[in-house]
């Protein structure tokens, strides 16, 4: 059973930095894809940014392109997104989830393929 464990949410200024982590256990393959969505207060959850397991492709959000970098630690089964450059629109709750044997863009666009979602951790871009 996969499960992931998200952190490094916080409050931070607008321009300010954060990273997040996602670590992933249980996985029982090296091919899989690893993503961030975000689900701002009273909003639906979004496709921030994923990747690929084995090659590092990675998609991402036409609003954060530029400003965030999605890796991964396979060594680690970590998935790492830095976030530079925050705005207030980038509140909201982070949220990793995981499928096994498809690739990032699956995951980005076809929830309904998703095998496992963490708990999200809090992120407020805030003066």
Not at 89 to 108: I, K, M, P, Q, S
């Amino acid at each position: 059973q996969v499960q992931l464990v998200e952190s490094g949410g916080d409050l931070v200024q607008p321009g300010g930095s954060l990273r997040l982590s996602c670590a992933a256990s249980g996985l029982t393959s090296d091919y899989y894809a690893i993503g961030w969505f975000r689900q701002a207060h009273g909003e639906a959850r979004e496709g921030i940014a994923c990747i690929n397991s084995h090659d590092g492709a990675a998609v991402y959000a036409d609003s954060v392109k530029g400003r965030f970098t999605i890796s991964r630690d396979n060594g680690k089964d970590i998935v790492y997104l830095q976030m530079n450059d925050l705005k207030p629109e980038d509140t909201g709750v982070y949220y990793c989830a995981a499928v096994v044997g498809a690739h990032a863009e699956v995951l980005f666009r076809q929830w309904s393929r998703v095998d496992a979602w963490g708990q999200g951790t809090q992120v407020t871009v805030s003066s």
